[in-house]
């Protein structure tokens, strides 16, 4: 039903990680050789151990042992000290690519083109950040530096036991295939199984999203039984997954079992043979069985912490996918000759079959403020969208001062849309979005050009009140005001406004329209207007109607041709009982 | 609020009790397994590599191989007994946490909706992970206690300086528990930030676009992400000195007995294939020791997850519990002396059958009307809903009498039928799709009714949404019905459509139907029986439309600009 946001291939998954670590190449060889020396030496311990058993043996004396408690006392505090260190060193190595990660994903996220989130659906989105990160995290911190480890000290004891005798370490090395055979048979069927999981742990977060966002209506139509049953039932889904998944993960086990078994059972007979050759030692024998052994618990945890990075691959997937999405790029700009905004012959269709423009062209001049009139479905929002560059025209162009939109500098032009969003923290920081590290006074004089000021100096901290989600609630209008004053603050030469005076329809109504008009004042301006109150102050309007421009001129002389404009104009007076008189 | 956290676990551990005790019992017994096969490789090097004796070589390999077997069988079904209890705990607090935050009285709670879901998803499981740490706790102690009574076999005094050794270890790394719980909670919070921050700069990337402000955003995330970055840095820190210190110190441990073992062989008091079992024994141990270690910091983990899940499911309710259930027919409302935020006295009655319409000088006075009536809470004065005290109606019922649709409104992933019909009702669905004008919204869309609509209506434009609530808001067929503004996004020719719509469906001849709608159209005014214009939080005017209209100038300048 929606389009979702596309998962990244495994290749490119690879080539983003293989790419992180070649731009921290000094980091990386830090990690593994201090890891490589943690490896060593809980390696030496076992060595010194069977040197001691043939000693024993051979009936030495107990100084024998002296040499041997250095070595291994030694070894135990270097141990200690590499694996505390690599475990950082592998854990800051992963959390910094872990926030890069999670940087580029939520700042490729903002720069989506408008269509394509709308279509995808936010929810997916917001699951990409939000769990799937945590998922990484976790692995990140919990997992990936012990596996490390092991992996180190896999390697590390199959050379040891091959430095004793080579026959030994080929014994150990029976292992081997038995854990690529369970590996071969694990991996294809776990991962379609991990990507159902996370399909329906999305399909979770969307509904919890959705349910958390719209409390509200939730509540009144007594919706929240219904809410729940879907929250219930989706997580239920995910939970019989992650078991389903989790049976599979244990039959796995029993292979690395029996991959255990036989590399331990062809090293204790080898070495039984080797020593009744005189090739080997007791104590040689003693110290590859117990090296051996010793990998039983990392190799274990290498095979039972599999699920979380394999987990931890499919949401990398995810955020991977979500980084090489194509993002609206504006070029560095071209700088306008002046700020006439027109748009030539635009012509724009959402589904490339129904056009929602036809060949529209209209030419704002430097300073004027054009109206845009017509019912719903007319395409004024379209046209806005296009004009503000949110939208590409589909044939046509539109341009400030004769450079297309997209090509414009930053900040030439801004839109004021219906969808009003308090952001939430500090006020201030609210408004700074709109330019960054405006000063309080700037902010100030923004907020008191759209008549906000008052109330803002009234409420509780100033400026530093926290507004927004979890902060204090603003009024529809007051968040109107705040869109308005971000506006004034971004100071854009041409300025479009989309139904920003829509809540005009509630109380504060001539505030928010003086406000609008104070925010406009000596810009280049594109109303799309409801209210023809609204239009009939503007210095030009333009009427669509079913994607085409149908009228064209200031109010009166459009009220004086006795077309379309007129007709609405007359429905609207109408419903003045008394025909009070024009504003 | 810490203590509520540990009762969150507790309850855990015991309402899965069968599943982690028979779980638990099967790890302990693969526990058990893995601690034979060092005593297995001792007895194989004594009985049959040191003598040469290949019968006894395969009876002992025979031997090892019925280990293998016991162990791998008690894992797979262990485990998965507790993997079915890890993922019915994290559900059961997922549809907890959730039924509190969707509960219709109301909650009282500082997390936002980012830290909500982050309650609901991360913290739910973190706070089940607990039963994967007890059996691995109990599965450790096991092991150890096996591998001691081996030793003591073996040799008194190396199972003594085994037993008493390990808890000393243990507790000298207990002192830093508090610490790592700290850095951990520090660096979950920051977290948390990142998470919501994200959150709300996604929901409101709209308006940064129209700003170009979205370059802007991303700076202020990363601001947060390097935050969250350096708290999981100084987590790790911590965790890491930690982890030095109980790696050292368990290595030394079990280096420690071998060396004593080592004394004894030198000295005649064991055997070789002995002393290699202690070598082995020991070297076992270092794992069941380290995984004790790092217990606290785990349980630490799930400790403050379960805290903000008992955050959340501990929260208080907003409204009383009522039980009057006042009759529909005929129901009216009536607000005498009310105080809540700007408004300052207010007198409001809407009597059966009767269309008001109320105009607000002041935004603030429409939005906490609008706010009160959907969640009468923290006001003085009368609210009486049928004749009762509204706080003394039954929620449900009184949800049933009242609705109340807010101005901005919320619109669900499914179809259009599905987020107007949404209980279902689909007899009147043309009727009132046609009164709010919406049926030209389903007819423009070529699947209907069952058109599709994305997350939160993003795929409808604002007056197609605003149609949708209102059809939706209509069809319910409240006896009482609040709206709030709900034209703003529709062109003046609807709005007077919309207007008629609303009076012929709710106010035909004989209808009991109370309609308060708070606006400034004059298109819907003028359809309402009576309009009551606040000021200053108080009633200062009451009339027709047409009489107002005509009369009172101040009105003609506020409604009909």
């Known amino acids: 039903m929606t389009a979702r946001l596309p998962v990244a291939t495994a290749r490119q998954s690879w080539d983003w990680l293989r790419a992180e670590a070649r731009d921290r190449r000094g980091e990386v060889a830090g990690t593994v050789a201090v890891g490589l020396l943690a490896a060593a030496a809980s390696i030496v311990p076992v060595w010194a151990l069977g040197l001691l058993v043939d000693r024993v043996r051979a009936g030495a004396g107990t100084s024998a042992i002296v040499g041997l408690i250095l070595v291994i006392v030694v070894s135990a505090l270097v141990g200690g000290g590499a694996t505390g260190l690599s475990t950082y060193l592998g854990g800051r190595l992963g959390a910094r690519m872990l926030a890069d990660l999670r940087e580029s994903t939520v700042a490729t996220a903002l720069r989506l083109p408008a269509l394509v989130l709308d279509r995808a659906g936010r929810g997916d989105l917001l699951s990409r950040v939000g769990a799937d990160i945590a998922a990484i995290g976790k692995a990140v911190s919990d997992v990936v530096p012990p596996l490390f480890s092991s992996v180190l000290l896999a390697v590390l004891s199959l050379a040891a036991m091959t430095g004793i005798d080579w026959r030994l370490g080929l014994a150990g090395a029976v292992a081997v295939p038995f854990y690529v055979a369970a590996l071969r048979w694990y991996l294809p069927r776990s991962g379609p199984r991990y990507a159902q999981e996370r399909a329906a742990v999305a399909e979770r977060s969307q509904l919890l999203v959705e349910s958390m966002q719209g409390l509200r209506t939730v509540h009144a139509y007594r919706l929240e039984d219904r809410h729940l049953r879907d929250v219930d039932g989706a997580s239920a889904r995910a939970r019989d997954l992650t078991v389903n998944v989790f049976a599979l993960l244990t039959r796995f086990g029993g292979r690395i079992n029996r991959a255990e078994f036989f590399g331990l059972a062809a090293l204790l007979t080898t070495g039984f043979l080797l020593v009744r050759e005189g090739a080997v030692t007791v104590g040689e024998t003693s110290a590859a069985a117990l090296l051996f052994h010793r990998l039983f618990n990392p190799v274990a945890m290498l095979v039972f912490t599999f699920d979380e990075v394999q987990a931890a691959g499919a949401s990398l997937a995810r955020l991977v996918g979500v980084q090489r999405m194509p993002v609206e790029q504006r070029a560095g700009g071209r700088r306008p000759a002046d700020s006439t905004l027109s748009l030539d012959e635009v012509g724009f269709s959402y589904d490339g079959v129904t056009p929602v423009l036809r060949d529209v062209s209209l030419r704002v001049a430097p300073g004027e403020r054009v109206a845009l009139v017509g019912s719903t479905g007319a395409g004024k929002t379209t046209a806005a969208s296009i004009a503000a560059g949110l939208l590409r025209p589909g044939s046509g162009t539109a341009r400030v001062g004769g450079v297309p939109v997209a090509e414009l500098p930053a900040h030439t032009v801004a839109i004021v849309s219906q969808e009003t969003h308090v952001f939430a923290g500090p006020l201030v920081e609210d408004l700074r979005l709109a330019r960054p590290g405006a000063d309080v006074a700037d902010v100030e004089a923004a907020l008191a050009t759209v008549g906000a000021w008052e109330w803002v100096h009234a409420l509780p901290d100033g400026l530093d009140t926290v507004v927004g989600e979890g902060g204090r609630d603003l009024t529809a209008a007051q968040a109107q005001q705040l869109a308005l004053a971000r506006l004034v603050l971004l100071d854009p030469a041409v300025a479009i406004l989309d139904e920003a005076t829509a809540e005009a329809g509630s109380a504060g109504a001539r505030a928010l329209e003086e406000a609008a008009a104070a925010a406009l004042r000596g810009r280049t301006a594109l109303v799309v207007a409801h209210r023809l109150t609204q239009a009939a102050a503007a210095d030009r309007i333009v009427v669509l109607e079913h994607g085409s421009i149908v009228e064209s001129g200031p109010h009166a002389e459009l009220v004086a041709a006795g077309g379309r404009y007129a007709r609405l104009w007359a429905a609207w007076e109408s419903r003045t009982p008394t025909g009070a008189d024009h504003p | ?561």
């Not at chain 2, 085994?162 to 951990?184: D, E, F, G, N, Y």
Request: aromatic share 4%; proline share 4%.
């Open chain 2, 1 to 561: 609020m810490s203590r509520s956290g540990g009762r969150i676990l507790r309850r855990a551990i015991t309402r899965n009790g069968r599943r982690l005790s028979a779980g638990t019992a099967l790890v302990g017994l693969f526990q058990a397994c893995e601690a034979a096969i060092p005593v297995l490789i001792g007895v194989i090097v004594d009985r049959a590599v040191t003598p040469g004796d290949g019968t006894a070589l395969a009876l002992w390999i025979g031997v090892l191989g019925l280990v293998f077997a016991v162990l791998t069988l008690s894992y797979r079904f262990g485990a998965r007994l507790l993997m079915a209890a890890i993922a019915e705990e994290a559900h059961r607090l997922r549809v907890e946490v959730s039924a509190k935050i969707l509960h219709p009285r109301g909650v009282h709670t500082d997390f936002r909706a980012g830290d909500l879901l982050t309650v609901s998803t991360s913290d739910a499981d973190n706070t089940s992970y607990l039963l994967d740490y007890v059996p691995r706790i109990v599965g450790a102690l096991v092991a150890t206690a096996v591998s001691a009574v081996t030793l003591l076999l073996i040799s008194v005094p190396l199972g003594l300086a085994v037993l008493l050794a390990t808890p000393l270890v243990l507790i000298v790394l207990q002192i830093s528990a508090p610490l790592i719980r700290k850095r951990v909670a520090d660096e979950q919070e920051q977290a948390g930030r990142a998470a919501s921050l994200a959150v709300d700069l996604v929901t409101g990337l709209r308006p940064l676009r129209g700003i170009g402000a979205r370059e802007a955003a991303a700076e202020r995330y990363r601001g947060v992400s390097r935050r969250s970055l350096a708290a999981t840095l100084r987590a790790g820190r911590t965790q890491s000195i930690y982890l030095t210190a109980s790696t050292t110190l368990s290595t030394l441990l079990a280096c420690g007995i071998a060396i004593l073992a080592g004394w004894f062989a030198l000295t005649g008091r064991i055997t070789v294939g002995q002393f290699i079992t202690v070598i082995g024994s020991a070297q076992f141990l270092v794992e069941p020791f380290g995984l004790l270690a790092i217990v606290p910091g785990l349980v630490a983990e799930a400790r403050a997850s379960a805290d903000r899940v008992a955050r959340a499911t501990d929260a208080g309710l907003i409204l009383p519990r009522g039980t009057a259930a006042p009759a529909a027919e005929r129901c009216e409302l009536r607000l005498s002396g009310v105080r809540h935020g700007p408004l300052a006295g207010l007198d409001l009655h809407v009597r059966p059958g009767e269309f008001v319409g109320v105009v607000a000088r002041r935004a603030a006075d429409a939005e906490a009307l609008v706010g009160l009536l959907a969640l009468p809470t923290g006001y003085e004065g009368t609210v009486q809903l049928g004749g009762v005290p509204i706080d003394e109606v039954d929620r449900d019922h009184a949800r049933r009498l009242l609705l109340v649709e807010p101005h901005h409104c919320d619109l669900f992933t499914g179809t259009i039928a599905a987020n107007v019909a949404v209980h279902d009702d689909r007899d009147s669905l043309a009727e009132a799709l046609a009164a709010a004008a919406a049926d030209e919204v389903v007819d423009t869309h070529p699947d209907g009714l069952d058109t599709p609509v994305a997350e939160r209506g993003a795929s409808l434009s604002g007056g197609q949404r605003q149609r949708l609530a209102l059809a939706r808001a209509l069809l319910a067929r409240p006896p009482v019905l609040v709206l709030h503004d709900p034209t703003t996004a529709v062109d003046a020719v609807t709005e007077h459509a919309i207007a008629q719509g609303i009076r012929a469906l709710r106010h035909g001849p004989g209808s009991g139907f109370g309609t308060v709608v708070i606006t400034s159209s004059p298109a819907l005014l003028a359809a309402t029986d009576r309009v009551v214009v606040l000021g200053d939080g108080v009633v200062t005017a009451e009339g027709t439309h047409a009489d107002l209209g005509a009369a009172d100038d101040s009105y003609r300048r506020l409604v009909l600009r």
